[in-house]
């Protein structure tokens, strides 16, 4: 019986997910900026990267610019993106009209989101072959560590997506409500600069950040440096963020417009 | 399932919206299985409010609502896949097309129809390849109830389903309104058009200001309502020169200009005593108009009520 029921919410998830995806393919705007923005900033980071003291870090070139990349990957493609796709279907009334099927409110927001979480899990990928290629960057030495800072990476921004959609009232102004978290996460979550190279205190306020540990996680994995004690940390912040996503999308998301 | 359960029972309902404006103050009625059942108002009347509450898009504020011996809101998973909804104002990407909007929709419901059967019953075939914003507002309407269709519901609930259309898709939706309640769906409609509830409601509840006005059949509601005769008075006669009006069985009249309008519940006694009279005084009356009491009447007069209020 939960087995057919779960195979029904896989259905409408497919069918939902299924028509977003068409929708993405009909949007210029989404693909230029969920696919070649992330893809073309970090060409920019790398001429950054290439004039940091990184002697002492145990870091290299490659392994600040993949992190970094797949960071602009998950905000550009994923967090911004879905920032505009929730608030599109919220005003279009398309939000309120699924709410009134047997989809779930957890299965209206899964379908939308998966095809921006998709395109951000292919250009991780993508990026991730193309710097090992392009900047001799070593395989990872703990992949799992990375593989796991990518799913709670997606999770997050997937969720602060969400919850950012809430406080914004058009389309045109999620480009603006978006930005704190792009620009915060940019500068403070180790994506352009290593928190290495930053001093210790506004290393550990950084660290909270919602996207610092997903960076942290991914970078570990490729320089194997992280103990599991090291681990931890990283890991319960983005859980703690993931818990406040939901949270904070099941009390104040909204799904229709205000009247 | 008894058959002779209410599908859908609204007790003492009440909606406040954010800002503390109480929409809908204390409703009840019941809807009988395989009834059409039309909620009748103004603009603001609540109409909208009390629909979406049926559908479980918000909880109330009070009171009780059962769809199919459930909560709709509580106990979505119970309600929702017996049930078929039309908003308003349809939802739907104005980027895909009427097929894929449809099949989009006919995967995330269980049982569904083919979706090409769905758009045939409304007659959007030959739109399918056509994008929604391209869609005129019948067309819209029209999607939007091909959807509420898909899952062959047992309770369809469609808000103002012909604001929009023109005349030939009134007819054509009230049709496929008629076959399905004689397949056995049970139809909560909300309209502002009088015939359409007089024509297709085999009863009905007129809101005013978040509460019932006055329900029952359409020939119940009318019933209570006067008949009303209007003529012009003769050049050279007044008012005096009628019969005693009382005597006749007139309720009330009022003159404007040289037009009188008399109400009564005896509308043949009245008629009959006014045309004997100008039959014998040789006056013709100009502009004689009888009618029976009809719907109109009993939701202009309690549309009035907001005015004298």
Redesign the interface.
């Known amino acids: 019986m939960s087995a057919m029921a779960d195979r029904?919410a896989a259905?409408?998830v497919?069918?939902?997910a299924?028509?977003e995806l068409?929708?993405f393919g009909?949007?210029k705007g989404m693909i230029v900026t969920a696919v070649f923005v992330p893809l073309v900033l970090p060409v920019s980071v790398r001429t950054v990267a290439e004039d940091m003291d990184l002697k002492g870090t145990g870091l290299n070139v490659g392994t600040v610019v993949l992190p970094g990349a797949i960071g602009f990957s998950l905000l550009f493609a994923v967090y911004s993106a879905l920032v505009g796709v929730y608030v599109g279907?919220r005003e279009?009334?398309?939000?309120?009209?699924?709410?009134?099927?047997?989809?779930?409110d957890g299965e209206i927001l899964a379908g939308t989101a998966l095809p921006a979480v998709t395109t951000g899990l292919v250009q991780s990928l993508v990026l991730a072959v193309a710097c090992t290629v392009l900047l001799d960057v070593p395989a990872p030495k703990a992949p799992h560590l990375a593989v796991l800072g990518l799913l709670l990476g997606l999770a997050v921004c997937a969720l602060l997506a969400a919850v950012t959609a809430s406080v914004t009232r058009t389309v045109e102004s999620a480009q603006v409500t978006a930005l704190p978290l792009v620009m915060v996460a940019m500068v403070g979550s180790g994506m352009t600069v290593p928190l290495e190279l930053l001093p210790d205190r506004m290393a550990s306020v950084c660290e909270l950040l919602p996207l610092t540990p997903v960076i942290t996680l991914i970078r570990g994995g490729w320089t194997g440096e992280l103990s599991v004690y090291e681990t931890i940390g990283p890991v319960l912040t983005a859980l703690a963020w993931t818990a406040a996503g939901v949270f904070a999308v099941g009390r104040w998301f909204r799904w229709e417009p205000r009247? | 399932m008894d058959t002779n359960t209410n599908v859908i029972e609204v007790t003492d309902l009440r909606r406040v919206?954010g800002g503390g404006f109480e929409a809908v103050r204390g409703i009840s009625f019941s809807v009988a299985r395989g009834e059409v059942f039309a909620l009748l108002g103004t603009n603001g009347a609540g109409k909208t409010s009390t629909v979406e509450l049926l559908?479980g898009?918000a909880p109330p504020a009070g009171g009780r609502v059962r769809v199919l011996g459930h909560d709709p809101y509580a106990e979505?998973?119970a309600v929702?896949?017996r049930t078929g909804?039309m908003?308003q104002?349809?939802?739907?990407?104005?980027?895909?097309t009427v097929a894929?909007?449809a099949?989009?929709?006919?995967?995330?419901?269980?049982g569904a129809r083919p979706p090409a059967e769905a758009l045939e019953l409304v007659g959007l075939v030959r739109r399918s390849d056509v994008r929604v914003k391209q869609l005129s507002g019948g067309e819209r309407r029209r999607l939007d109830l091909a959807l509420a269709l898909l899952?062959r519901p047992e309770v369809l609930f469609l808000d103002e389903p012909t604001t929009g259309l023109d005349a030939e898709g009134r007819r054509d939706t009230w049709e496929l309104v008629r076959a399905l309640r004689d397949s056995g769906t049970t139809v909560l409609l909300t309209t502002h058009y009088l015939e359409e509830a007089e024509g297709l409601a085999d009863r009905l509840a007129i809101l005013h200001e978040g509460r019932i006005a006055v329900t029952g059949t359409p020939a119940e509601v009318t019933a209570g309502q006067p008949s009303r005769i209007s003529f012009e008075l003769p050049e050279g006669y007044f008012l005096g020169g009628l019969p005693p009006l009382g005597e006749l069985g007139v309720l009330s009249h009022e003159v404007d200009g040289r037009v009188v309008r008399l109400r009564t519940r005896e509308l043949q006694r009245v008629a009959t005593e006014v045309l004997v009279w100008a039959s014998r005084a040789g006056v013709e009356l100009r502009g004689l108009d009888v009618r029976s009491a009809s719907l109109e009447e009993a939701f202009l007069g309690i549309a009035a009520q907001e005015v004298g209020a």
Do not use: D, H, Q
């Not at chain 1, 279009?92 to 047997?102: A, I, N, Q």
């Not at chain 2, 104002?89 to 895909?96: H, I, T």
């Open positions: 029904m259905g409408r497919k069918a939902l299924r028509a068409t929708l009909r949007s279907r279009e009334l398309v939000l309120k009209r699924l709410r009134t099927g047997e989809l779930r009247r | 919206y559908e898009l979505r998973a929702r896949p909804v908003l104002e349809g939802g739907f990407p104005s980027e895909l894929e909007t099949r989009m929709w006919a995967g995330c419901v269980s899952g």
